[in-house]
């Protein structure tokens, strides 16, 4: 059993910084691409940063050069440290990770945190 714990969530002024934390913990191999998504009131689930094992982070166009996506493998983590935030910026913000649960496996299984809230007040 995999699960994904996110962490870091509340409320911030404009302008202020949050720094989110997803935890995987569970029978691991090996964690190849970590993400983070956000769903705002009445919009969809939209993807945010990815984090891969090989490769530079990837970025939404809206968060690019405010959010910063690292890992710590060692420790199955994955932040999300998010400067210069916007109103807009509020939403429910979801871990994903594509795991691998063996050696032998040659697929990864797909999870989901079950989200941290973050409140951007003008």
């Known amino acids: 059993q995999v699960q994904l714990v996110e962490s870091g969530g509340g409320l911030v002024q404009a302008g202020g910084s949050l720094r989110l934390s997803c935890v995987a913990s569970?029978?691991?191999?090996?964690?190849?691409?970590m993400r983070w998504y956000r769903q705002a009131p009445g919009k969809q689930r939209e993807w945010v940063a990815t984090?891969?094992?090989?490769?530079?982070?990837n970025y939404a166009d809206s968060v690019k050069g405010r959010f910063t996506i690292s890992r710590d493998n060692a420790k199955n983590t994955v932040i999300l440290q998010m400067n210069s935030l916007k109103p807009e910026d509020t939403a429910v913000y979801y871990c994903?990770?594509?795991?691998?649960?063996?050696?032998?496996?040659?697929?990864?299984?797909?999870?989901w945190g079950q989200g941290t809230q973050v409140t951007v007040s003008s």
């Open positions: 984090a891969s094992n090989t490769g530079s982070p």
């Open positions: 569970g029978s691991i191999f090996r964690i190849n691409t």
């Open positions: 994903r990770a594509e795991i691998q649960l063996g050696s032998h496996l040659t697929y990864d299984y797909d999870y």
